[in-house]
């Protein structure tokens, strides 16, 4: 079931008005779009189900629509969506100048959220599960987007967590961020803003981990836990954050050859163009095709690590044999070139040129404080941890759920 309210006088005398659309049992996304007869409603409910990594509402959910005047009688577009799951804003999606949909802060609510209250007791109250959360990666994306702060960001908060999260795993109500960081001297918060994040605490699967921002004698800059520990590891296990493991290393039957033989690497699925990321710093040996493997491209890292992947639809921009990348940057996308059944990465991994299990092999310890640099850092941490401790409203904190 479906109710649909509205706020606003008549059409004719509006240029702004807004739309209520509530979930009573689950429901398409589509469907309840399919409710409303405002231009653009389609289309925008496609942008809900792309940041909701789904094509549902579970009960209790409800859309708010803000709708602008078309200046044809009777004639409303759909500029900008927010989800909520009974009260919780979950997600705002706008229309901006460019005709592009992009994250956006809940709007102020004018009356129209109030007037469900009336009906709150009647009403079932929503019951949240594991089911209707998104995963860790997702949920790292949108807590960012919700505060308008750089993608980047997140991005950082990826790499930081990375050896301790599942990012496919969907997140648990108690995870949570906290994001201490610095704003412009006007104050002012937007996207193209650069903020100097100075400190994050995650939470994830009932385990906590902080991390210190901090700058070494000979100018490098990185995250650091509270002992000195580098965050950043040596190398990523896995080059595809938001891809499904679907097969490990050792003998297989070949889904294509029909018989058996070994799988030299392992294969993360995910849709179709779908970003893959350099594991870690290194420079690109090979990049083209290469027979059964489709199109690929070789990484050399230090220490004798040598990484590639397989089956891309294409090379990400400036990466060919030569060029320098770094831990975390786009390489490639996924792709079915090659001997492939379908959209995937075959990653493999060799050690000093022998093949080895990219998921089980030892990796290096990452480049962690000692000497001079600890001692230095422990006053900064010791800085920080104060500024955090201060009755000043200097911290921001971004909520997952």
């Known amino acids: 079931h479906v109710s649909v309210s509205q706020s606003g006088e008549a059409a004719r005398r509006l240029l702004y008005k807004e739309d209520i659309i509530e979930a009573r049992q689950a429901l398409a996304i589509d469907d309840a779009m399919a409710t409303v007869s405002h231009k653009g409603a389609d289309t925008m409910g496609e942008a809900i189900a792309t940041l ?54 809940e709007p102020v609510d004018q009356g129209i959220l109030a007037n469900l209250d009336k009906d709150e007791e009647a009403a079932p109250k929503p019951q949240i599960s594991s089911a209707n959360l998104p995963s860790t990666y997702d949920a790292i994306h949108r807590a960012i987007a919700s505060y308008e702060l750089p993608t980047s960001i997140a991005s950082r908060i990826v790499k930081m967590v990375a050896a301790d999260v599942d990012f496919r795993s969907r997140i648990r109500i108690d995870d949570g961020l906290e994001l201490f960081y610095s704003l412009p001297e006007d104050g002012e918060v937007s996207e193209n803003v650069e903020r100097d994040l100075l400190y994050v605490q995650a939470t994830f699967n009932g385990q906590t981990s902080r991390f210190y921002k901090f700058r070494k004698a000979n100018g490098s800059v990185d995250y650091y836990d509270e002992e000195g520990r580098s965050a950043r590891q040596f190398l990523l296990r896995n080059p595809v954050p938001n891809g499904k493991f679907r097969s490990g290393f050792g003998m297989r039957r070949h889904p294509i050859l029909g018989y058996s033989k070994m799988h030299w690497g392992v294969d993360w699925s995910a849709p179709h163009g779908t970003p893959i990321i350099s594991p870690g710093n290194g420079t690109v040996e090979k990049a083209g095709w290469a027979g059964g493997y489709g199109r690929q491209s070789v990484i050399r890292h230090a220490n004798g690590y040598e990484t590639s992947y397989s089956h891309q639809t294409r090379f990400a921009k400036g990466i060919s044999p030569g060029a320098r990348v770094r831990q975390g940057q786009v390489i490639g996308y996924i792709g079915t070139t090659g001997l492939s059944t379908g959209p995937h990465l075959h990653y493999e991994m060799r050690v000093n040129g022998k093949r080895v299990d990219p998921m089980r092999v030892r990796l290096p310890d990452a480049d962690n404080l000692n000497g001079e640099d600890l001692i230095a850092f422990k006053v900064e941490r010791d800085r920080i941890d104060a500024l955090l401790r201060a009755d000043q409203p200097t911290e921001e904190v971004a909520a997952l759920q």
């Open 52 to 105: 909701l990594n789904g094509p549902n509402l579970a009960a209790g959910h409800i859309i708010r629509l803000g709708l602008i005047n078309t200046d044809e009688p009777e004639s409303w577009m759909v500029k900008r969506a927010s989800v909520y799951r009974g009260k919780d804003h979950v997600l705002t999606i706008a229309l901006d100048d460019d005709e592009q949909y992009v994250p956006a802060p």
